[in-house]
Each structure stands twice: as C-alpha cells, then as structure tokens.
C-alpha cells in the first residue's frame, strides 16, 4: 500500500481526457494566479455550466498534473490519444494511490492469470481488503464508495484496461515506449508497477 490514507479524490470525475488537454497546454506556459483565473473562469476554457465546476475540475487536473513535469504534460497536450490518455492514467495513479493499489494488486493479477473480465464485486473486496490491512482507515458512505467504484472503472475503460464498465472484459494495454522511457528515467516504480505486469519494467 503506498498511501494509507487514501483521500477520496476521484468521486467527482474520471479521466477527463479532453480536459486535461487543455489544462496541459495552459499548464505549459506557467499562468500567473490571474492569468489561471481568467482562462478558467473568465474564458471558461473548459466549458463548463458553473464557475464552481469550472474550478473544481480545473484543480483537481493541475493537481494530477503537477505529480509529474513538464515532458508529461507536453505528452497530454500535443501527443496521439493513446499516448495522452496513458500519460494522464499515470498522474492519476501517482496522485490517486488508491486506484493505483487496486491496479497493482487486482487488475495485475488477474491480467496475470489470464481472467478474461474483472468482477464487478472486485472493488468491493480490494476494499474491504485495505480495512482489514489497515483497521483505522477511515470508513466511508454507501455513496462515497459508489462512485469511486463507478469512477475506478470507468476511468480503466477510458484508458483501455477493460473493454467497457459492462463486459469489464480485460484488455491488455501495452505503454506508449516514450512513456515507459519517461516514467524509467523518473524512478516512477510505484507508477509502472500499476500499470505494467510485474517482470516487464
């Protein structure tokens, strides 16, 4: 386990794969706190319906984001789709450890014993399996487990881990090599493992 507080930090959104785009892009030119505030409020560049929503999501991709460097962020902004999702699959991890260990520990494993889909109830017990390690982690609602459940795996649909939240037939990503080399020379170790079979870093 990397993280043993695990904070609730993707029960609002998945991926957000257009959006981070365009946050990278912002990103890459170094806002002054008045110059992120006009594109994202005043310019609403993200295009959403509030300006509490605008912020939320804004925020919470710069602080994906911001667990990785510039090079990372130029993959999101001018690389393929694949490439871009996969570069924004690994901030997630680093910065959300706890879909990270369910990476790690679940969907490595079963990928490894050649499962042909995930279980639904998966998550359910990985959970349950984090309180047993871990007896004072904070325990949270019916709701709050629901939607990091939904987000979890939608956010693996998103990035091609599994073919859909229906099937949840398991795919077999293979990483961009510009972003295995990228995360080798950053020592990311905790990142790989999540998303590459053990034996293959």
Not at 99 to 108: A, N, P, W
Not at 184 to 190: A, G
Request: charged share 25%; glycine share 2%; hydrophobic share 40%.
């Amino acid at each position: 386990m990397k993280n043993n507080s695990y904070p609730a930090n993707f029960t609002k959104a998945s991926l957000l794969i257009p959006e981070s785009r365009i946050i990278a892009e912002l990103m890459l030119k170094h806002p002054t706190p008045a110059e992120w505030k006009q594109q994202i409020f005043d310019e609403n560049i993200l295009q959403r319906r509030t300006p509490n929503s605008a912020s939320t999501v804004a925020s919470l991709i710069r602080s994906r984001l911001n667990t990785m460097d510039e090079r990372l962020w130029g993959f999101i902004q001018k690389g393929s789709k694949e490439l871009a999702t996969q570069a924004i699959l690994a901030a997630t991890v680093k910065y959300s450890p706890l879909l990270g260990d369910f990476l790690r520990e679940v969907y490595q494993r079963e990928r490894k014993q050649f499962a042909e889909q995930l279980r639904s109830t998966s998550w359910d017990q990985f959970i349950e399996d984090c309180h047993n390690r871990v007896p004072d982690l904070p325990v949270r609602s019916e709701s709050t487990h629901a939607k990091l459940k939904q987000n979890a795996f939608r956010m693996m649909a998103e990035a091609g881990l599994i073919e859909d939240t229906k099937s949840m037939a398991i795919r077999h990503m293979l990483l961009a090599p510009e972003l295995k080399r990228y995360l080798v020379s950053r020592k990311e170790d905790y990142v790989l493992k999540c998303l590459v079979p053990a034996g293959d870093h």
